[in-house]
Structures are given as C-alpha cells and as structure tokens.
T-cell receptor, first 114, second 114 residues
Framework: GENVEQHPSTLSVQEGDSAVIKCTYS??????FPWYKQELGKGPQLIID?????GEKKDQRIAVTLNKTAKHFSLHITETQPEDSAVYFC?????????????FGKGTHLIIQP | DSGVTQTPKHLITATGQRVTLRCSPR?????VYWYQQSLDQGLQFLIQ???????AKGNILERFSAQQFPDLHSELNLSSLELGDSALYFC?????????????FGPGTRLTVL
C-alpha cells in the first residue's frame, strides 16, 4: 500500500518568513495530493490540493508543488502569520484504484514566532 | 465549518463496552469515510461507504463496523472496547462529479476508554 513520509515534524519560523513542508510518497499510481490544516480541537481542514497532471498550484499565500518523477510534493506558505500556527498534514491517494481512503503523513507542527 | 456533523463530541466509556458514533455528510455528498487519529498511529483510514454500500476498507479492526443509511448518514460501531481504542474518530464526506473527490472532515468524536 501507499506510504507517505512528511518532514519536518516541527517547524518554527518568524512571522513574515516562509515555511516549507515536504512529503514523499511510495505508490507511483497515486494521483491526488491534498494538504490539510488541523487546529487544536478541530477536524482537518482542506487548504489546497494538487492532481498528478499539474506541477504547481497557488492560492494566495499558499502553494503546492509536485514532482512525480521523484515522488515528492511540498507545501509553501509565504508571509506567515500567527493564524498559520497549526498542524499540517499531507496525504496521497490513488483515486482510480480500489481503495479511496487517504494515506496521511505524520504531520508537521508549524509554530509562527511573533 | 465543513458542513459535516458528528455526534457525540466526547464519549467516555469502559473497556469491553460498545459505542456508536454518528456522522451526517455535507448536503448532497454520497461518500462517507471514517478515520481514526491517535498519537502513535496518526490519521488512519478505516472504511468508506458510497450511497449505502461499502466501497473501501482500510485498517479497520474486526471489532469495528460501519453502515450508511438511506438518508446518507453513517454510524461507526466500536465493540469490545480496549484502552488502545481511545482516539479521535473523524468522519469525512465527498461528492460526485469528479475523479478526485475532495474529502471534507467533521469536527470529530473524542473517545476515551477507561
């Protein structure tokens, strides 16, 4: 089955700086890669996703890149703000396969220092 | 607010007992997914239902079962509970119409087994 590795487990950045979180996946058949933000006491919130036919996607201060050859994808947050502090999860899925459950990375605790 | 609702918010019970967690998907979504989140295992896919039928199975124990009703709400039944079943249980839903179904998570049910 799919295996997703996520790094780093904790990331501390100064407010206004950029943050980058990286994930690798093992199943070359995976074709959909969402990112979720989870705040304390809440469920994961979908913030951006990318499909295997696209190399990069941007939404305001958030961008995601995908390298299918290397089987890795990254989340980039620019001009970080205090409200960006949360745990971020990457995930992968082969949407055309038999199982439709997401495989998640272990999460990155992003801390924005004022 | 994702539009996915889960009840109850918290559940405290004893080992050996049985509990039922309930989920209502976003209006119009036919797929419901159940996930377990624990400190040691992270976020793990348990099972998916699509329009009342089981669609995919993940790391779901035999003591656990689920169903989806004609009104599309779903229930996750956990029996013969063990201390290790203490976790957050999330429900997610997704809709029709595309090959890559974005999954939207509910707020979760926190289960504590004493």
């Amino acid at each position: 089955g799919e295996n997703v590795e996520q790094h780093p487990s904790t990331l501390s950045v100064q407010e206004g700086d950029s943050a980058v979180i990286k994930c690798t996946y093992s199943d070359s058949a995976s074709n959909y890669f969402p990112w979720y933000k989870q705040e304390l006491g809440k469920g994961p919130q979908l913030i951006i996703d990318i499909r295997s036919n696209v190399g990069e996607k941007k939404d305001q201060r958030i961008a995601v890149t995908l390298n299918k050859t290397a089987k890795h994808f990254s989340l980039h947050i620019t001009e970080t703000q205090p409200e960006d502090s949360a745990v971020y999860f990457c995930a992968a899925i082969n949407s055309g396969g038999g199982a439709d459950g997401l495989t998640f990375g272990k999460g990155t605790h992003l801390i924005i220092q004022p | 607010d994702s539009g996915v609702t889960q009840t109850p918010k918290h559940l405290i019970t004893a080992t050996g007992q049985r509990v039922t967690l309930r989920c209502s998907p976003r209006s119009g979504d036919l797929s419901v997914y159940w996930y377990q989140q624990s400190l040691d295992q992270g976020l793990q896919f348990l099972i998916q239902y699509y329009n009342g039928e089981e669609r995919a199975k993940g790391n779901i124990l035999e003591r656990f079962s689920a169903q989806q009703f004609p009104d599309l709400h779903s229930e996750l039944n956990l029996s013969s509970l063990e201390l290790g079943d203490s976790a957050l249980y999330f429900c997610a839903s997704s809709g029709l119409g595309n090959s890559y179904n974005e999954q939207f998570f509910g707020p979760g049910t926190r289960l504590t087994v004493l």
